[in-house]
């Protein structure tokens, strides 16, 4: 059984791409990702948020690809940005690595990040039977 999307007709549709909650398979295994963000293989921030979101999303898929997982394994994703008017670029960023994939999500405004180039970070849980 693969991981069950769940968006309940009695309350408001999600309003972007994701579930209000995901049912996971029985006897999964389950995969945490630390926060990703839009640094690149070479430790180059990537330009701009929706190029850093991109790549945000890349590492995390890098890190599930290793564990034999991918997008649609994503139960969960917690998202932090530093300006909440960069929402549009970054669900365009997302989506374009993300796909069909709609995983239980947050999006939270912050103040910064661990440098002050970073504009977005993402951290996933990931569940595959």
Known sequence: MPNKSIVPDTIARPGSRYSHGIEVAPN??????SGQVGWSPDGRIEDGIEAQ???AF????????EA???AG???RLNSYLTDA????KFRAGRD??????????TLV???ALIHPDLKVEVEAVAAKA
Do not use: E, H
């Open 28 to 33: 999964a295994r389950w995969v945490y990702v």
């Open 53 to 55: 979101t991109r790549r």
């Open 58 to 65: 890349q590492n995390v898929l890098a890190v599930l690809a």
């Open 68 to 70: 034999g997982m991918g």
């Open 73 to 75: 394994d994503i139960v």
């Open 85 to 88: 008017a960069d929402v549009p």
């Open 96 to 105: 374009s690595v993300m796909g069909d994939a709609m995983p239980a999500s």
């Open 109 to 111: 405004v912050v103040d």
